[in-house]
């Protein structure tokens, strides 16, 4: 099913000048791809102790069922010197999109190495020169780590007998990752290692059907980790006749009028009011929707001018949007000035020079993108040649605008076939794979799901992923094995100083102690271990 651009999630948006992906080679003339790996020696402080790594930039090729080549997938691998393999952790790390390379959860956040990044207001950080600096908050203090691109974008690319439906679709891609992981823990002989999944935004869609298929495959993971996730597009593609949006962002939208305290009185306790949020919009709020033109004058009232006091918008705007106030909507009243808000971090602004048009205008980069593109892009090819000493005559491919055009968005729920046998096979409104990351954890019940949401993210709301997993039919046993965790950040978790020591500290235990396979033993739904409200 094609979804409208505009919910494709984390930077894969139609913009000029991103990169499409490389053309297939002439498969009359071209010869077998040619697999290679450069490895360069390091050390990290991190964690009170030095930590010696390798670090691997290569590729592998993967084949077809006649064993043709079909795609080189590139990656960095970060490796601790004489770690034992059984003991060591060893985590798979993406982003998403469609059509986003690892750059992001690499350099971004989570590597050896980030980013200096701007932020929030700091316009000359967001001109080179940028820095990079080593990473204390880095998770290689537990765990070894390989950062995957996506065919498509880094410097993977379609090679040989390989065409993009082979790649550019959900089931299509997680298949690509479970072979490219197959083959690495069997080059590496890690295949007694405790292992886990890491991936953003559209990498947390890719991780739950990637889990299962590693599942199907004998290949037990110890965990999963999500962060900013989306697992139900139904919560975020707004359509007529489909109202689970407009519950599911009203508590993030909540949370961005608090942050810029637009809300009086304003509440003293973001975590609090955000409950406060969360119980109306699941229930009052519902109820109204639900109702559509049924709904009577008074109480239709009665719900703008609560809308209202949530969210700082006025209760006759939202009453002329029907209670139905549109993510590009809010981004651009909730301010009540010039100013715009980031899709993918509330805290984020920017100018409008069309403020009375419904869109910003062709071009518009964002806040967000605004702020940190150009550090991302200069900061990994001046990282993959001066330090990690991979050279290559291709542009890395950052960000594909191209893949999310032919993205192939059909996906057979595990319980498909004890639906009401209507439609085509593939959810009404939208890709759902809640269902079979559900079916991963009942296969694999000692398996651990963290969640990691940030409060001022409007790309992935945090409400609609806490809806996904409540509906996404596991067994009740198994609640005790998702861990949530709430941040004062928007999508890109790790852009916030103050937030990437804490988002480290957690992954961390939560590596260790799923690899320790120290199950928890609370009974409740989610574990909430929320980070101070405030920066």
């Known amino acids: 099913m094609k979804l409208a651009p505009w919910v494709f999630v984390l930077l894969a948006v139609s913009t000029p000048g991103w990169t499409a992906p490389r053309p297939v080679a002439d498969r009359s003339t071209a010869a077998a791809p040619q697999e290679r790996a450069v490895q360069t020696r390091h050390s990290l402080r991190a964690e009170g102790r030095t930590i010696h790594y390798t670090a691997t930039a290569g590729t592998l090729v993967l084949r077809n069922g006649d064993r043709q080549a079909i795609g080189s997938v590139f990656y960095i691998a970060y490796t601790e010197d004489g770690a034992e393999p059984d003991g060591r952790p060893l985590t798979f790390a993406y982003n998403g999109g469609p059509g986003a390379a690892s750059s992001l959860v690499n350099i971004g956040g989570y590597?050896?190495?980030?980013?200096?990044?701007?932020?929030?207001?700091?316009?000359?950080?967001?001109?080179?020169?940028?820095?990079?600096?080593?990473?204390?908050?880095?998770?290689?203090a537990s765990t070894d780590l390989v950062f995957i691109d996506a065919v498509g974008t880094g410097y993977s690319e379609i090679v040989g007998e390989g065409r993009p439906e082979d790649f550019y679709g959900v089931d299509a891609d997680a298949a690509a990752f479970a072979q490219f992981i197959q083959r690495y823990v069997g080059e590496h002989r890690r295949w007694n290692s405790p292992k886990f999944l890491l991936g953003e935004s559209y990498g947390t869609t890719r991780s739950a059907v990637l889990a299962n298929d590693l599942a199907q495959q004998g290949t037990n993971l110890n965990g999963i980790i999500m962060c900013s996730a989306v697992l139900d597009f139904r919560t975020v593609n707004a359509v007529p006749g489909n109202d689970l949006p407009y519950i599911a962002y009203l508590p993030s939208y909540a949370a961005a009028a608090w942050y810029h305290r637009r809300l009086d009185p304003m509440p003293p306790d973001l975590p609090k009011f955000i409950a406060e949020v969360e119980n109306f919009a699941g229930q009052a709020y519902q109820q109204a929707l639900f109702a559509g033109s049924a709904l009577p004058d008074a109480d239709k009232r009665a719900i703008a001018d609560q809308l209202a006091s949530f969210t700082g918008i006025a209760a006759d705007l939202w009453l002329k949007a029907d209670l139905r106030m549109p993510l590009s909507v809010f981004?651009?009243?909730?301010?009540?000035?010039?100013?715009?808000?980031?899709?993918?971090?509330?805290?984020?602004?920017?100018?409008?020079?069309?403020?009375?048009?419904?869109?910003?205008?062709?071009?518009?980069?964002?806040?967000v993108l605004s702020a940190g593109y150009g550090a991302?892009?200069?900061?990994?090819?001046?990282?993959?040649?001066?330090?990690?000493?991979?050279?290559?005559?291709?542009?890395?491919?950052?960000?594909?605008?191209?893949?999310?055009q032919v993205w192939n968005w059909h996906h057979r729920s595990p319980f498909t076939d004890f639906g009401m046998e209507v439609g085509n096979g593939t959810t009404c409104c939208g890709t759902n794979v809640a269902p079979v990351l559900a079916r991963a954890m009942n296969n694999n019940p000692g398996m651990q799901l963290m969640v990691n949401h940030g409060w001022y993210d409007t790309a992935t709301p945090f409400y609609g992923v806490d809806y996904s997993l409540a509906h996404s039919g596991l067994p009740l046993a198994l609640n005790r094995n998702i861990h949530t965790y709430y941040?004062?950040?928007?999508?890109?978790?790790?852009?916030?100083p103050t937030v990437l020591p804490q988002i480290g500290r957690n992954i961390n235990q939560f590596i260790r102690t799923a690899s320790a396979r120290q199950l928890p033993s609370s009974s409740a739904r989610n574990v909430h271990e929320q980070t101070p409200a405030s920066e």
């Open 487 to 496: 941040y004062p950040a928007g999508h890109m978790l790790y852009l916030s």
């Open 111 to 140: 590597g050896p190495q980030r980013i200096v990044w701007p932020q929030p207001g700091d316009l000359a950080a967001a001109q080179p020169p940028y820095r990079m600096e080593p990473n204390p908050d880095s998770i290689l």
């Open 331 to 367: 981004q651009r009243n909730v301010l009540r000035d010039r100013r715009m808000t980031g899709r993918y971090d509330e805290r984020y602004t920017l100018l409008q020079m069309q403020p009375l048009l419904s869109v910003p205008g062709r071009g518009n980069l964002g806040p």
């Open 376 to 404: 991302l892009t200069v900061a990994m090819q001046r990282y993959l040649g001066e330090v990690l000493g991979y050279q290559s005559d291709q542009p890395y491919v950052q960000l594909s605008s191209a893949m999310d």
